[in-house]
C-alpha cells in the first residue's frame, strides 16, 4: 500500500515538472509564431536558435525586485498568484495515467470543480491590489469566467452523455472509429471558443486589456507574483488542448498522436492571438447568454435523448 501511495506521489511531481517545462517551451513557441506573424524572428540569442530564453526569462523574472503597494491587502495580495498557480497544476490531477496516477472516474467532476475555483484567485489578485485598474480587471474576469462556464459546462454534458461516463479514458474507447468532432461538431466549435474565453485568451482577454486597463488584474504584480499568474495561465491552455484532444479528437493516451493532437491544439490558442482583435465586452456577454447558452441547451436535449436510445438498446 505505501508502495502504491509513494508511486503516486512521484508519478504527480513528474507530471507537475513535465507540464512546467512545457510551459517554459510553450511560452517561447508563442513568440517565434507570433514573431513570424509579424514578420519578425522572435527569440533568436539565447542558445541555439533561442532555445534558452524561456530560462533566462525565469531567472530574471524570479530575481527582480518585488514591490508591492502601500495600500494592498498583503497577505492575500501574495497568496492569490501561489493559489493561481497551484489550481492550475491541480487541474493536471485528472490526466488519466495508464499505470499508476490518481486515473479516478470522476475526472471531469474534478476538472470542473477545481477550474471553478481558479476564479477567485483573479477576483482576489484584482481586489487585494487595492488599484482601480487591477480591481475593474478582477470583476470583468470573474463575470466573463462564470458567464462562459455555464455554456462550457452544457456543452460537455452533450458529450457526456454519448459516454455516460465521467471518467477521461472512457472518452478514447468510445472514439475508436469515429471521432466526436464529426457527430458533435458544432459544440466542438463552441467549446473551443468557450476555452478562449475561460482561459482568458485574444479575443477575449478583457481582464488584461492592455489597452484600456493598463494589464487589468495583474498591473501591480512584478517579479515572481507576474511569473506565476503567467505559468497559472499557460498551464490552463495546455490542459484545455489536452481536454480538446480527449473530448472530441479521439485521442488515446499511450500513443504518439495524443502529444501531436495537443501540441497542434496548443498552437491554435497562439495563432489566434496573432490573428484576431480583441472582442468587445457587451458582444462577448451577448454570445454567451444569447447564443451559447439556448444553442447547447437545445443540443443538450437532443443528445440527452440520442445517448438515452443507445442505452436502451444496449440493455
Request: contains cysteine; proline residues 3%; charged residues 10%.
Amino acid at each position: 500500500m505505501f508502495k502504491d501511495e509513494f508511486l503516486m506521489v512521484l508519478s504527480s511531481l513528474i507530471l507537475i515538472v513535465c507540464v512546467l517545462i512545457s510551459v517554459a517551451f510553450l511560452t517561447l513557441l508563442e513568440r517565434k509564431i507570433l514573431g513570424y506573424i509579424q514578420i519578425r524572428k522572435g527569440p533568436n540569442k539565447v542558445g541555439f536558435m533561442g532555445l534558452l530564453q524561456p530560462f533566462s526569462d525565469a531567472i530574471k523574472l524570479f530575481t527582480k525586485e518585488q514591490t508591492y503597494p502601500l495600500m494592498s491587502n498583503l497577505n492575500l495580495y501574495y497568496l492569490s498568484p501561489v493559489m493561481n498557480l497551484y489550481l492550475a497544476l491541480l487541474l493536471w490531477m485528472c490526466m488519466p495515467f495508464l499505470t499508476v496516477n490518481f486515473s479516478f472516474d470522476l475526472s471531469f467532476l474534478f476538472f470542473l470543480s477545481v477550474s471553478s475555483l481558479s476564479v477567485y484567485t483573479i477576483m482576489l489578485a484584482g481586489w487585494s491590489s487595492n488599484s482601480n485598474y487591477a480591481m475593474l480587471g478582477g470583476m470583468r474576469s470573474v463575470a466573463q469566467t462564470i458567464s462562459y462556464e455555464v455554456s462550457l459546462i452544457l456543452i460537455l454534458m452533450s458529450f457526456l452523455f454519448m459516454v455516460l461516463s465521467f471518467n477521461i479514458i472512457d472518452l478514447g474507447k468510445f472514439q475508436e472509429y469515429i471521432w466526436f468532432i464529426f457527430l458533435l461538431l458544432p459544440l466542438s466549435m463552441m467549446w473551443i471558443v468557450s476555452s478562449l474565453a475561460e482561459t482568458n485568451r485574444t479575443p477575449f482577454d478583457f481582464a488584461e486589456g492592455e489597452s484600456e486597463l493598463v494589464s487589468g488584474f495583474n498591473v501591480e504584480y512584478s517579479s515572481g507574483g507576474f511569473a506565476m499568474i503567467f505559468l497559472a495561465e499557460y498551464s490552463n491552455i495546455l490542459f484545455m488542448s489536452m481536454i480538446c484532444a480527449v473530448l472530441f479528437l479521439g485521442a488515446i493516451l499511450d500513443s504518439l498522436t495524443f502529444f501531436l493532437k495537443l501540441g497542434i491544439l496548443a498552437s491554435f490558442w497562439l495563432w489566434v492571438r496573432g490573428t484576431l482583435p480583441r472582442y468587445r465586452y457587451d458582444k462577448l456577454m451577448y454570445l454567451s447568454w444569447k447564443s451559447y447558452l439556448p444553442v447547447s441547451l437545445n443540443f443538450l436535449i437532443f443528445y440527452f435523448s440520442f445517448g438515452l436510445l443507445t442505452y436502451c438498446s444496449m440493455i
